[in-house]
């Protein structure tokens, strides 16, 4: 490949690839057999749309199905949210090259959860966060934090350096985690994220789980995960008797003396949500979002919303994938959603979106409230004062417009 | 050459030899969660350097936070001229790591000893990755 033998693209990504797996002292490649990449105009800006036409430019084509994650654009919406034309331009030529590279533009931060999961043991190259956590503690496979460029350069040659999650070694618990809390909703699951995450804040740390009472939820994990990644830049967690990797705490530890026993009791959960400062009691905005929606959360919110209206003054955004939102459709729930005045946007995720700084101060949005921790942590750059809140308590809030 | 006032040895290190003005952080560092990509200020309301340019900089962060967007943002940046010079990590992530590469920007993980009792914000210093050396070359005045 080295040669060029498969062309310049190819040649130009196992270089680059050579040059990270050397930093971290990778001693081979390993081959994997899907990639997912973060790919939009608001990520890359014009210096990585260019770097993505010039390698398009070389016949680029991935060797390994590829697909994207949540991008900073719903086309149905971009112009009732105010997004500027030129870059809504950009991001469907953006797509276009993506697609002649032969990249599946899916346009989803859960393709955990709607596309592809895979088994124990396999090595795949994965980004956003949210999916390699995910990956690597639920399924038992094999990834790093790949950046856009990085799993597009893997899809293109087919492999990626062995370092890091792809090793025995840094699978192995470093802390315990002894879970006391109800855990009730999903802003619990990630109100435990938070809690761990910002104690021990490395990507190699990997938190073991203890005392979970019951099976937890596909979207308990996910938040759970998500929060992991999103506070303590984690990439792998163990659940005992619940993931692939931790029949029992000594498995999960592999040996390893813990750094750090933590309890989370239901005392401890209530200071995270008594921790937000709630400025002026605004309630001007209502997000349900990062990570998109699965359809049993669409199902589970539509409910809630169902025979409710959003309160004048106030705005609430739901995210999902294409697949999520057709389905909702389907079955009646993006209707009820919709007729309570939920807008629901498809493809994106809330905190990428593009021109959201300026959204927020045309719209005069000060505080922002979710069920999500990820989102209240990620969203900090554009100056939203963000709360965390119940996911029933975020329908109360933006159906009463009163914010306690 | 200049007298080195102070060495700080990296674990692992990319990139070409730059010199700059320091920024050491106590808190770790997000290009996602923390800046301003169109400014290159520290933009996250409480961040310990808020308000900060990090432009041509020599950027000590502890910690790296998040996040996949860095392997893009630090290529936007650096297209955008508002890049420091390099970011030097007591732990980071592989996307500060890919993205570092990427847009070619010098990047180190580890550190010893912990450069906040060395080198302090507004001192210059030279990064030489090859030799994996961190030099403090010139006191803040």
């Known amino acids: ?404 | 050459m200049s007298e080195v006032l102070a060495t700080v040895r990296v674990a692992r290190a990319f990139g070409p030899v730059v010199e700059g003005e320091a920024i050491v952080s106590t808190e770790g560092f997000s290009p996602r969660y923390d800046l301003d990509r169109w400014s290159g200020l520290i933009s996250k309301p409480g961040h310990k350097l808020e308000g900060t340019s990090i432009k041509d900089k020599i950027c000590f962060f502890p910690t790296a936070k998040g996040g996949i967007a860095a392997g893009w943002a630090f290529y936007d940046i650096k297209h955008k001229a508002i890049a420091p010079k390099a970011f030097v990590f007591g732990v980071t992530n592989p996307v500060m790591v890919q993205g570092g590469v990427f847009a070619n920007i010098t990047i180190t993980e580890g550190w010893d000893p912990q450069p906040a009792g060395v080198i302090r914000t507004g001192d210059w210093v030279r990064v030489d990755p090859a030799r994996r050396v961190i030099e403090l070359l010139r006191r803040a005045s």
Request: aromatic letters at 8%.
């Open chain 1, 1 to 404: 490949m080295l040669r060029g033998d498969r062309g310049e693209a190819v040649r130009d990504a196992l270089a680059y690839q050579i040059r990270v797996g050397e930093f971290f002292g990778a001693e081979r490649f390993v081959p994997i057999t899907n990639a997912h990449m973060m790919g939009d105009i608001e990520v890359m800006g014009d210096g990585g749309f260019e770097y993505l036409r010039a390698t398009c430019a070389k016949r680029a084509r991935c060797s390994v199905p590829i697909t994207t994650n949540a991008r900073c654009v719903d086309f149905e919406f971009a112009g009732r949210l105010g997004q500027d034309a030129a870059e809504v331009e950009k991001e469907r030529r953006l797509i276009a090259a993506l697609r002649e590279m032969n990249v599946l533009t899916t346009d989803t931060c859960i393709n955990y959860q709607t596309l592809y999961q895979p088994h124990l043991g396999e090595h795949v190259a994965w980004g956003d966060t949210g999916t390699v956590i995910y990956a690597n503690s639920v399924f038992g496979a094999r990834t790093n934090f790949e950046s856009g460029p990085a799993a597009l350069a893997a899809a293109l040659t087919g492999r990626t350096p062995e370092y890091g999650f792809h090793l025995d070694r840094h699978r192995k618990g470093t802390l315990v985690v002894r879970l006391e809390a109800r855990l009730d909703d999903l802003a619990d699951w990630g109100a435990v994220g938070k809690i761990v995450g910002e104690k021990h804040q490395s990507y190699y740390a990997v938190p073991v789980f203890t005392g979970v009472k019951r099976a937890p939820l596909a979207d308990e994990l996910k938040h759970l995960g998500a929060a992991l990644a999103s506070y303590g830049s984690m990439a792998m967690f163990h659940m005992v008797g619940v993931t692939p990797e931790a029949p029992s705490r000594e498995a999960a530890l592999g040996g390893n003396t813990p750094v750090d026993e933590i309890v989370i009791d239901d005392a401890a959960i209530e200071r995270v949500y008594a921790g937000y400062n709630l400025k002026d009691r605004r309630c001007d905005l209502i997000v349900f979002s990062g990570p998109q929606l699965s359809l049993f959360e669409m199902k589970s919110l539509a409910e809630r919303f169902a025979g409710r209206k959003v309160a004048s003054g106030t705005q609430v955004f739901v995210t999902t994938s294409n697949g999520v939102k057709s389905a909702a459709r389907e079955l009646g729930y993006l209707g009820a959603l919709e007729s309570a005045g939920v807008t629901v946007l498809e493809g994106v995720c809330f905190y990428i979106l593009q021109n959201l700084s300026q959204m927020r101060t045309r719209n005069g949005w000060t505080n922002m409230i979710s069920n999500s921790a990820k989102i209240v942590n990620i969203i900090g750059a554009h100056k939203f004062n963000t709360i965390l809140r119940r996911t029933g308590d975020c329908v109360e809030v933006a159906c009463t417009g009163r914010l306690a």
